[in-house]
Each structure stands twice: as C-alpha cells, then as structure tokens.
C-alpha cells in the first residue's frame, strides 16, 4: 500500500510538471544533441514520461489510422534490425542502445498523436511549446560553444564529449525556421516583435560555428520572406529584416574575430566574413571536378562524395539478403572497410582517406547498407508521405515552397553526417511526427495587407 502510494505520488508529481505543462516536445528537442562517447542519451529523459503513460499508449494503438501503422512498422523495422546488427558484428554494445533508442522513439511518437487527438489545450499550445523547445535548444547550443571556448579555446572541441554538433545539430534549423516563419507571417512580419530577434540570434550561432548547412537553411528562410512579403504588401518590410540581417551578419563576423584573436593572437582563418564563404561554397558547388580519376582532394565535401561512392561500391557487391534487408543496423561502420580499403588503395588517395577499423559514414549510406531496399524505400516512403502532405494543404504555394525546402533540406542532412542518434531529426519527416501542418493555421486566413 506505501509503495502503490509512493508510486501515485510521483506520477502525480510529473502529471503536473511534465505532462500538463506540454513538455514532452520540449524534452525532446531541448536534450537531442547532449552526448556521451558518442552516443546522443537525451531520449532516455522521455521514458519516465512513456512508462506512466503506456497504458495509454497501448490503447491508442487500436485507434491508430493507416499512415501511423506505416510508422509503427517502420520502427519496429528498424528495432529488429538492431538485432541483426548485433548478429552480424556480435557487439553487445549495439543492443545496449539502438533497440532502447528505437522504442523510444515508437512510444514518443504514439504518445504524442495521442495527446494530440485527445487533449486540445496541448494542440494548441504545440506551436509554442516548439517555439520555446527550439530556441532552448539553441541556447544550449551557444552555451556550449561557450563553455568550449573557456576549456578549450576554440568553439568546437566539446563536440568530442558532450555535444554533437556540426550538421547534426543543425538541422534542428527546420523546426525553429519552420515555427519563426508560420508565427512572423501571422502579423506580417512587424520588425518589432520576438521573431526579428531570434533571426538575429540564429545568425549569431550561425556565424560562430561557421556552418553552412545553417548558411543555406536561413538565406531560403530570408528569400522566401521577401517573397512573401510582396503577397503581404510588406515590401519595405521585408527589405529592412534583409538590412538587417546582412548587417547582424558582419557585425557578428567582426565580433566574434576579435574575440577568437584575443583568446590565440595567432587566428587567421576568420578574417573572411560569412558571406565571403558562402561565395566560395556556392562556386565550388557549381564547379565539376574528376576527384577520383585524378586523385584530387581538395575538401571535406570531395572526400563526402568518395565516400558515396564507396558505399554504392560496397551495396552493388552485397549478397541478395544483404540488398533486401542489409548486414543489420550499425554494422555498416564496419562492414564496408573492406571495400573502402580496396578502393583507397587502387586510387592511391590514402594519404587524404585514412583506412580505419570503424568507419563514421553518411547517413544515407548506413541507411542503404545496414537496413537494405527495405528499409531504405520504407523511408523514402514516409518522407514522400510528408512531402505529399505538404503540397495538398491549403497554403499559399509560397508556403508549400518554403516549406518543402525545410523538410528537403533535413533529409539532405543524411548526405552529410549521421543524424540518426538526433531523435527530432526522425520525427521531422515522417507523418505526424513534429512537422505538423493539420494543427498549423492556414495561410489563407492571414491578414493580406500591413
């Protein structure tokens, strides 16, 4: 009887600070990227919230409609295959997480279509909750650049231990972009107001970490404000949020210069500003190189593309079974050095390509290797379920564009690093998971003049 008390208690306790406060979105998005040794551990804070909510969620199964079951499936898909993972590499450490991450990942999502479907406070206060949860999120993200700097010197060096960083963390950009443009447009883009200032904290963080899948994400965000803007008749508007951006840019570029060149006198490498490499970036896109033929690396981006191509080389080579339903998750790290070794060595390149005992891919490659066509069209087809969804709402096509240009982006995200262990990441593409355009207001009902 003290223990059922006890029990009822807490839950009580958490029933009022978690579940009634709408924080399940925020736990989800805030501690995404935190890390140990590799390993992103922020989804385990859900499992005090799913585990005195699985009752709930297991009757919500019964409920579920056809695009849910799809996910369902997919999921559990993949939690099996963390098993043939272990199969084929027996390492213990694989079902240690993957099969805790994936149902995890089942339960978040269930749990939150059920709040969704049953509790209209928590639909509408979603936007808001993802509002907030993303700008923490990239608070931590500062702090954390912060903390590097006093450690370290430098603003990354904390990404070995506790933050993930690079891409991955920043496609996070679809989720706080998303909700900045769905709640300016709403008031036509007034520079007074919270969103100006959170464009302009974005271009901070976007300029300290030097990222370009960040530069890409806000210059369609600026463009499609500019479009839209002129729906709105909010040109000058939109003209002087454009101003001011590119201004916050450079007065950010020479800030944080003086700040790196105070902490080592010996700092080069920032004297070009953002725009000056995103120039240079946009050129090198356009530029076709022969790489491999020649054996010419010259960036981190040839050397994605080689590695493509090494995972197309290792699949071509698979077995049946293994095209189908791949070698099991997170086995490909391992399963393709033979490959990626033979290759290194007929092109002579392993001076810029190191042969490694664990390889870290792209995550589209591990998708392809360890889940197979099955898993791999599985995905493709859910993301082309959100993509459908997109383009027969209601918006005006200026929304539909901005965005599908999100949701494209996020996916892209596989072409450059390994953002499956970033739960939020999944939970943009699929059906029902965060990018939720049923709960959003429609574009139609804005007001259409300033």
Known sequence: MYVSSNRNTIKSILNFYIFNSYNFVLILITLSSFKFFGYAVGFIFLAPILYFNKNKIFS????IDTEQKFVLAYFLYLFFESFYGFYTLKDIRIILYWPIFFLICTSSYLYNNHKLS???NYQTNYQDTIFKASNIYFIIYLLMNIISFIIYGNEYDIQNLFWVGGSTAFNISTILLFIIYLKWSKINFKLNSIYLVNSIFYLFIM?????????IYFFSFLLFIFLRSI?????????????????SISISSKIIYKIKSTIDSN??????????????NLENIFKIRKEINDNVIENGDTRRLIELFIGIEKFNNSTTKEKLIGSGWYSSRITINETRNRIIDEKGIGDVLYKTKVTHLQGIISLLI??????FIFTIFLFSISLKKILFFNYYILDKLFYLSLILLNFFCLFIG????????IFLFIPKGIFLLEDMPKSKDQVESC
């Open 370 to 375: 360890d889940t197979g066509l099955i898993g």
């Open 207 to 215: 300029v300290l970490n030097e990222s370009r899948l960040s530069q």
């Open 60 to 63: 919500y199964i019964k409920k």
């Open 267 to 280: 700092t080069n490498y920032f004297e070009k500003t953002i725009l000056d490499e995103t120039n240079e």
């Open 118 to 120: 049953k509790d209209k």
């Open 418 to 425: 390994y953002p499956w262990i970033n739960l939020p990441f």
């Open 231 to 247: 729906k709105l008749k909010c040109i000058i508007n939109s003209l002087l949020i454009i101003i001011i951006s590119f201004y």
